[in-house]
């Protein structure tokens, strides 16, 4: 509980005491209610886990590659384990979590209308990489990093995401996204948005 307490008077100190004590109860109340919860989106059919999944891989891999939308990579490799810090390396690390085969058989087949071979992979370190590129995904693939979704109190739900190329070729974020007529579309971004 947050108690305001300044003393009798008037002078200058205790009016700026009371002012910053009052800015400080209004922050805290004021945190929006569309802040990312600590909650797993667990009430989620693997229809929509896969739905939403499979809206972000497609975004990572086309207008948010870091390239312009101009990459079009031909190789997409997904890792089943999900990490938060894909929408922000530097945050908090969230318990990972193991994307069942059923939900990553339907993410593959939510993207057959990309031109991209989706491989996926257990650990970053299992793609093929170029031969002395620095860290250069072979053949102008990518690497895409899902994060957990958690449910919202309205009903929609935040997913990080991120795409790696080569070291200095790689970006994430964490997207709103709802589900408009069924559909689940991305409507916004939350939190920090990164590139490298």
């Not at 809206?55 to 997409?76: F, I, M, S, W």
């Not at 991209?116 to 990093?145: L, P, Q, R, Y």
């Amino acid at each position: 509980m947050f108690v305001l307490h300044f003393c009798r008077g008037n002078n200058m100190q205790n009016r700026l005491l009371f002012f910053l004590s009052l800015a400080v109860f209004v922050a805290l109340i004021a945190i929006p209610a569309a802040c990312k919860t600590d909650r797993p989106a667990s009430s989620l059919t693997t229809e929509d886990e896969a739905a939403i999944y499979a809206v972000v891989v497609r975004q990572l891999a086309t207008v948010d590659d870091t390239y312009g939308g101009h990459l079009n990579p031909p190789t997409l490799y997904i890792i089943r384990s999900t990490d938060d810090k894909a929408g922000n390396p530097i945050g908090k690390q969230s318990q990972p979590a193991l994307i069942l085969q059923t939900v990553q058989n339907r993410i593959t087949d939510a993207l057959n209308t990309l031109s991209a071979e989706i491989i996926w992979i257990d650990e970053f370190k299992n793609a093929e990489f170029e031969e002395g590129t620095g860290g250069s995904v072979k053949g102008g693939g990518a690497i895409i990093t899902l994060g957990n979704i958690y449910l919202q109190e309205d009903g929609s739900v935040q997913a990080a995401g991120s795409i790696y190329i080569a070291n200095l070729g790689a970006g994430g974020t964490t997207y709103i996204l709802e589900k408009i007529d069924g559909v689940w579309e991305i409507t916004g971004r939350t939190g920090v948005s990164w590139i490298s």
